[in-house]
């Protein structure tokens, strides 16, 4: 079993940068990929980014492409989601995900996190 816990959430203005930890219980993170998702109030859950258990495969959702950067240091049990020039349409609660089944091109995911709130203002 792991446990992804998130960290890092919080209230910024638009094109403000925040910073999501997860950090994953369990000796097992390193081989697992992981990544993040994310529901707005209203809306259903979207797939934000992924990356596999060595970084060497990484994906994003169109609309973050150029602007949010996905990495994991397995050394620390630990991956980040780093998130640029937000805008207000990034508020959602933000979940990560580990292992599961993982490409470039979906993700299903195995264990979630609870979340974590990002808000930006106008």
């Known amino acids: 079993q792991v446990q992804p816990v998130e960290s890092g959430g919080g209230l910024v203005q638009a094109g403000g940068s925040l910073k999501l930890s997860c950090v994953a219980s369990g000796r097992t993170f390193p081989n697992y990929p992981m990544g993040w998702f994310r529901q707005a109030p209203g809306k259903e859950r979207e797939f934000v980014a992924g990356i596999n258990w060595n970084g060497d495969t990484i994906s994003y959702t169109d609309s973050v492409k150029g602007r949010f950067t996905i990495s994991r240091d397995n050394a620390k049990n630990t991956g980040y989601l780093q998130m640029n020039s937000l805008k207000p349409e990034d508020t959602a609660v933000y979940y990560c995900?580990?292992?599961?089944?993982?490409?470039?091109?979906?993700?299903?995911?195995?264990?979630w996190g609870r979340g974590t709130q990002v808000t930006v203002s106008s």
């Open positions: 995900v580990i292992d599961g089944e993982y490409t470039a091109n979906y993700y299903y995911p195995t264990f």
